[in-house]
C-alpha cells in the first residue's frame, strides 16, 4: 500500500511540479 | 481485461484502504482534461497549415480556429449537465475510461481533420467528443472525493479540480515542446503533436481508470460522526437531481457560480493585451506572457486553498470573501492603473484569479452541504451549465465593451475602467444570490421507498 501511495502520488506530482516550474521561469520574465 | 473490472462493485475499497491514495486517481483525468485551459497555443500553427511560415489564403481563420475551443467548453457543461446521473449510476471507473476514450480520441479524430485540412472534423473531434470527455472527465471523481472525505469536503474537491488548473500549466509547454520536436520543412508538426497528445493523455487517465476506488456503503473515517458538529446550511438528507434543481438553493447557486466565473473568465482570455495597453511601453509582450503565467499559478493555487479553507470557514462565507473583496479588487483597478503601480495590480489580479479558481474548487463541497452526497456529481454536472454561459458571457462583455470604448475615443489605458466597474456588478449580483442561501425544504428531501406490507 505504502509503495503505491508514493508511485501514484509521484505519477501526478512529477508533470505538475514539471509545469509549475516552466510556468514560475516564464512569469519571472514579468519582474525582469 | 474481465468486463466486471468496470463495474462499480469491483472498484469497491477493501477495509482499512488509504483514502489518501483516490486524489491522485481524481488529478490523473483533471491534469490530462486541464489541457483545455492550453488550447490557445494551438490557435496559431493551425492557421498556418499550409502556409507553414504564414497564414496562406487556403488557411484557417483564427476566428474559424478559435470556435473549436469554444464548442468544447459548451459541450463541456452539457455533458456534464447530461450524462451526471449516468455518471453516478455506473460509478467512477467506467465514467473515466469513457472521459479518456473521448478525450484521447476527441484528439485523433482532430489530426484526422488536420491531414484532411477540413476544420468540422477538428470540431466535431476536439469540440464535440473531446468536449464530452471534458464534462465526464470533470464530475466523475468528485462524488467519489466527497465520499471519502466527508469531514474534509472542500480539500477533497479541491485537490482535484486543482488539477484542471493545473493542467494547462503542463500543456502549454509539452504541446510547445511536441510541435518544435515533430517540426519539418513540411510540417509545422501540428498533426503528429495531436497524435501524441491524444496517446499521452489517454494512457495518463487510465492512471485513474486503474486506481480510482469507492468506499463501501457504511464506511466512515475513523473517529469521524456526521452529527458531531451540525452546522447551519449542512444537510444530513438528501436531494435527488430531478428534485434538487427545482429548488430556488440549485439556481441561486447557478447564479453564484455564473457571475464568479464570468467576472474571472473574461480577464482571464483579455490578461495578456489588457497588461500591455494599462501600462504601456513599461510591459513588454514576454512579461506579458509572464503575467498570463502567473495567473494561472494562482488560479490553480486558489482552487486548493479556498476549497480546503472553506471547510473551516463555511462555504457561504467562502463565496461572501470572493465577492465582496472581488468588488474591492476590481474597482482599485482602475486607481492601479492610473498610479501606474505594476505591482500592485498584478497582486491585486493575481488574488482576483485564486478566487476564480476557488469558486470552481469549493462548489461541489456547496452543493454537498445543500443536496447531500446522493447525487452530488450529477447535481454538479447541472450546474457545470453555469459556466457554459459565463464562459461565452465573459469574454464578450470585457472584448466587446472594450471595443465600444476605443470606437468611442476612450483611449486604450482607459478601456478597461469601465469593464472593471461591471464586474463589480456581477460580483454584487453574486453576492446577493449567496446571501439568499437557505436551507433546502425537507419536501425536497429524498424518502426512501417503503417496502409494500
Not at chain 2, 449516468?86 to 469513457?98: D, I, K, N, T
Not at chain 2, 430531478?242 to 473574461?266: K, S
Not at chain 2, 489605458?413 to 460580483?427: R, V
Amino acid at each position: 500500500m505504502k509503495t503505491r501511495f508514493i508511485v501514484l502520488w509521484l505519477a501526478v506530482g512529477i508533470p505538475l511540479a514539471w509545469g509549475v516550474m516552466k510556468t514560475l521561469q516564464n512569469a519571472l520574465k514579468l519582474f525582469q | 481485461m474481465p468486463s466486471s473490472f468496470f463495474d462499480r462493485e469491483s472498484t469497491v475499497a477493501p477495509a482499512g484502504y488509504n483514502r489518501f491514495l483516490v486524489p491522485p486517481a481524481a488529478l490523473a483525468v483533471h491534469l490530462s482534461i486541464g489541457q483545455a485551459y492550453a488550447f490557445s497555443t494551438f490557435n496559431l500553427p493551425l492557421t498556418k497549415l499550409i502556409g507553414m511560415t504564414h497564414s496562406a489564403p487556403a488557411d484557417w481563420k483564427l476566428t474559424d480556429v478559435g470556435w473549436t475551443f469554444s464548442i468544447a467548453i459548451v459541450l463541456l457543461g452539457l455533458s456534464a449537465a447530461v450524462f451526471g446521473r449516468w455518471v453516478e449510476r455506473v460509478g467512477p471507473r467506467l465514467s473515466m475510461f469513457a472521459a479518456a476514450l473521448c478525450f484521447g480520441g476527441g484528439f485523433i479524430v482532430s489530426a484526422v481533420g488536420i491531414h484532411f485540412h477540413q476544420i468540422w472534423i477538428v470540431y466535431l473531434g476536439y469540440g464535440v467528443l473531446g468536449g464530452c470527455g471534458l464534462g465526464i472527465g470533470y464530475i466523475s471523481p468528485v462524488s467519489t472525493l466527497i465520499k471519502w472525505f466527508p469531514d474534509r469536503p472542500g480539500m477533497a474537491t479541491g485537490m482535484a479540480i486543482m488539477g484542471f488548473g493545473g493542467g494547462a500549466l503542463i500543456a502549454a509547454p509539452l504541446s510547445l515542446l511536441l510541435m518544435e520536436h515533430f517540426k519539418t520543412p513540411t510540417s509545422t508538426g501540428v498533426l503528429e503533436t495531436f497524435v501524441t497528445m491524444g496517446v499521452i493523455y489517454f494512457m495518463f487517465m487510465m492512471i485513474g481508470v486503474i486506481s480510482v476506488r469507492v468506499p463501501a456503503s457504511d464506511w466512515k473515517p475513523a473517529g469521524w460522526s456526521a452529527s458531531e458538529k451540525p452546522k447551519p446550511l449542512v444537510t444530513d438528507a438528501n436531494v435527488t437531481v430531478d428534485m434538487a434543481w427545482r429548488t430556488r438553493q440549485f439556481w441561486l447557486l447557478w447564479g453564484v457560480l455564473c457571475m464568479n466565473v464570468t467576472a474571472g473568465i473574461g480577464v482571464l482570455g483579455q490578461a495578456s493585451p489588457m497588461i500591455q495597453e494599462i501600462f504601456a511601453g513599461r510591459v513588454t509582450p514576454a512579461a506579458a506572457a509572464g503575467f498570463v503565467g502567473l495567473l494561472s499559478l494562482f488560479n490553480m493555487g486558489g482552487r486548493f486553498f479556498w476549497a480546503t479553507t472553506s471547510d473551516y470557514l463555511g462555504r457561504r462565507n467562502t463565496y461572501m470573501v470572493f465577492f465582496l473583496l472581488g468588488i474591492l479588487l476590481y474597482s482599485s483597478v482602475p486607481s492601479l492603473g492610473h498610479l501606474g503601480s505594476i505591482s500592485l495590480f498584478v497582486a491585486a489580479f493575481v488574488v482576483i484569479l485564486s478566487m476564480y479558481g476557488g469558486g470552481f474548487a469549493t462548489i461541489p463541497a456547496y452543493l454537498r452541504d445543500m443536496f447531500g452526497t446522493m447525487q452530488v456529481g450529477a447535481i454538479h454536472g447541472r450546474l457545470l451549465t453555469a459556466w457554459s454561459v459565463a464562459g461565452v458571457l465573459g469574454p464578450v462583455l470585457v472584448n466587446y465593451i472594450r471595443q465600444f470604448q476605443i470606437d468611442h475615443g476612450v483611449a486604450k489605458a482607459q478601456a478597461y475602467s469601465i469593464t472593471m466597474y461591471i464586474m463589480c456588478g456581477l460580483l454584487l449580483v453574486g453576492f446577493l444570490c449567496n446571501l439568499a442561501m437557505r436551507p433546502v425544504h425537507e419536501r425536497y428531501h429524498y424518502r426512501a421507498p417503503t417496502p409494500a406490507k
